[in-house]
């Protein structure tokens, strides 16, 4: 896939990634508390950011990533990076007024319009309560869980797994 479809909602533009956005995505990748229930540590180099950095700029046939602006600047991440999961990640200045809402909206609509009948996934640590809920509100479900699915760092991480069936 060579790029993904510029999304628009009220407050935010999602698009697709290009090498110019290192050091902003840089800036919510190398943070501690965005990083918290990712599925790695926080970035502690340029380096690794940009590593990461060249699976949204270069995605994958079955990934639909994009990254999240306001006001002009990236704040975030949101998509699949492998459908049918999806996931996303703002920096903490961001949390707590509803942008990830509208932009996994954003993409949901997205997601099912391209590929009519598909079920999302998603996984998350069962201590990341605000994401949890925001998929929830989403239409997701609880399908299951399973512990000791990550190590993070020094530390075991459990998971939930959960399902939105399509049009919900």
């Known amino acids: 896939m060579t790029g993904v479809p510029t999304l ?3 407050r935010l533009v999602l698009r697709q990634a290009v090498w110019a956005d290192l050091e902003a995505v840089h800036r919510f990748m190398s943070d501690p508390r965005a990083m918290r229930y990712w599925s790695r540590p926080e970035h502690e180099t340029l380096e690794e950011t940009r ?16 990254l999240v602006e306001k006001d002009g600047a990236v704040i ?10 999806i996931g996303f990640i703002l920096h903490p200045d961001h949390w ?12 949901i609509g997205h997601l099912e319009a391209e590929f009519p009948g598909i079920g999302l996934t998603a996984e998350v640590d069962p201590r990341n309560g605000p ?14 869980r399973a512990e000791r ?4 760092k020094d ?5 939930v797994y959960l399902a939105r069936s399509p049009g919900e």
């Open 76 to 85: 975030g991440k949101a998509g699949a990076w492998a459908l049918p999961e």
């Open 96 to 107: 707590g007024r509803g942008l990830a809402q509208e932009a996994m909206g954003a993409v």
């Open 149 to 152: 699915t990550l190590l993070w």
């Open 131 to 144: 994401s949890l809920r925001l998929l929830a509100r989403l239409g997701f479900r609880e399908t299951h």
């Open 155 to 159: 530390e075991w991480c459990d998971s």
């Open 8 to 10: 628009r909602t009220a």
């Open 51 to 66: 590593h990461w950095l060249g699976f949204l700029v270069d995605q994958a046939p079955d990934g639909r990533d994009w």
